[in-house]
């Protein structure tokens, strides 16, 4: 059996990085990290549209990679910080028109493939950062209808994780859990 795929989701500063870390050191399994963050930072913060192609390929390498890692070790899953559904709509966001198509045909099979989304809502306090975009209220609350229904639209399953620290971690374990008790079950 393929070990199940987890994508942590949502818009910005919403503690998907620091989840996706705690989540693959408890269930002992690969996890694969936001590409852009690595991006930006390699290209001193700069980033058009024409580095949206490179950007999604990382993204999905990112994620392969993980994915072999836990098919070569018997992980029982894989934690994704974020997704190339993510990228679709950062692309959306911030470049209107410019996402690469192969993407888009890409982030739905994946989204198809994944077995569950854990849905990090917006009620952490904003973190500032300087790849974040929308830090006031009204700009957040854009996020998470935009991601909401981005992921409502996949027909996948989901879960809401809020909270904050231990609750929200906690959540997020039982979430998992869940999901890994149905899988052996099969």
């Known amino acids: 059996m393929t070990p199940p795929r987890i994508v942590l989701f949502g818009a910005e500063s919403t503690g998907k ?10 269930f002992g399994a690969p996890c694969s990290a936001e590409f852009v963050r690595e991006y930006w930072d390699s290209h001193g913060g700069v980033i058009t549209a024409t580095d949206l ?3 999604g390929r990382g993204q ?3 994620e392969d990679a993980a994915r072999a890692l836990a098919i070569a070790t018997g992980a029982c899953a894989t934690f994704h ?3 190339l559904l993510t990228c679709t ?9 410019a996402c690469p198509t192969w993407a888009r045909a890409e982030a739905a099979a994946r989204a198809r493939a994944t077995d569950l989304f854990l849905f ?9 950062d300087p790849q974040r975009c929308f830090p006031d209220e009204a700009g957040r609350e854009m996020c998470r209808g935009v991601f909401l229904e981005k992921l409502e639209a996949t ?3 989901w879960t809401r994780i809020h909270g904050v620290d231990t609750e929200r971690e906690a959540r ?9 008790n149905r899988c052996s079950s099969r």
């Open 17 to 26: 990085s620091t989840l996706t870390g705690r989540l693959a050191a408890r």
């Open 53 to 55: 192609d490179a950007i």
């Open 60 to 62: 999905a390498a990112g």
């Open 81 to 83: 910080d974020t997704d």
């Open 89 to 97: 709509i950062w692309d959306d966001l911030l470049f209107p028109g």
């Open 120 to 128: 990090c809502d917006t009620d952490l306090p904003w973190a500032p």
């Open 155 to 157: 027909g996948a399953r």
């Open 172 to 180: 997020a374990v039982a979430a998992v859990e869940l999901l890994l």
